[in-house]
């Protein structure tokens, strides 16, 4: 066997590489386009659990450093639990306000951030840096990448629950050791995401943030430079 073929595998080990059927692709584009944050379309419709199964697979089955899989995902569905968690994002919430602009403050405070008590189900997703072990292969120059895989598990939770029909909502405005104490989460495991999820009225045709006029997407061609930082790019031009 050559070094290569050690190195990657025999042809014999790869499945095909060929691009999906145009139907399977579009359906795949659909979910990425159609995700939203969801906030306050939630209904109190318990989950199928199959479904839970399946967009919990699709998150386990996101790429990780070193293959470390460092998530977990706590299940919150007890309803003073949750309460709890919506308490601190009400003291977090109103914090954050503060730190606006003045003409900005009043209208942050008409926008609705979480559903943490509509939403039927919550799930907090953690990460592990020690999961892979000491060395942890491909982690061993930048020190977050346990945090950038277990954003990947949460991306393909979004779009997996997308397809089946279940809205999704990242709450951010937290303080995490306060979450962490009601959950019980070890200091050494950090807090990466506390998602909603449950049934819909609705998706909106775009984000929410920017219907409500807070902020509007770029054209991807303001992203994206040749070779080297584009020192005159600036995306919020």
């Given amino acids: 066997m050559s070094r290569i073929e050690q190195k990657s595998g025999t042809a014999n080990d790869l499945t095909s590489g060929e691009a ?12 990425i386009a159609t995700r939203r944050d969801v906030r ?12 839970l199964s399946r967009i919990l ?14 998530w ?23 914090e954050a306000a503060k730190r606006f602009p003045a003409q900005k403050q009043a209208q942050y405070r008409t926008l609705k951030l979480e559903g943490i008590l509509s939403a039927p189900l919550n799930i907090c997703v953690t990460s592990d840096p020690a999961r892979g072990g000491p060395v942890i ?28 029909g279940i809205g999704v909502g990242w ?34 045709d775009r984000p929410e943030l920017e219907k409500r006029g807070w902020r509007r997407r770029d054209d991807v061609k303001k992203h994206v430079h040749e070779e080297k930082w584009n020192v005159q790019h600036d995306p919020d031009d």
């Avoid at 999906?20 to 979910?31: H, I, L, N, T």
């Avoid at 306050?40 to 479904?51: H, K, S, T």
């Avoid at 019980?184 to 999820?197: A, F, H, K, S």
């Fill in 171 to 204: 709450v951010s405005i937290l303080h995490e050791d306060q979450v962490k104490s009601v959950l019980g989460i070890p200091d050494r495991i950090r807090l990466v995401g506390y998602l909603c999820l449950g049934h819909v009225r609705g998706f909106h």
């Fill in 72 to 94: 977990d995902f706590i299940l919150v569905r007890d309803r003073e639990t949750r309460s709890r968690i919506a308490e601190i994002f009400a003291r977090a919430n109103e």
């Fill in 20 to 31: 999906f059927a145009p139907a399977e692709r579009d359906a795949v584009y659909r979910a």
């Fill in 40 to 51: 306050g379309e939630f209904l109190p419709d318990p989950l199928c659990e199959n479904a």
């Fill in 137 to 164: 292969l491909g982690a061993t120059h930048m020190a977050d990448t346990d945090l950038f895989s277990t954003v990947c598990a949460i991306q393909n939770l979004w779009l997996a629950a997308r397809a089946e």
């Fill in 57 to 70: 697979a699709a998150a386990h089955q996101a790429p990780s450093v070193g293959l470390s899989q460092p």
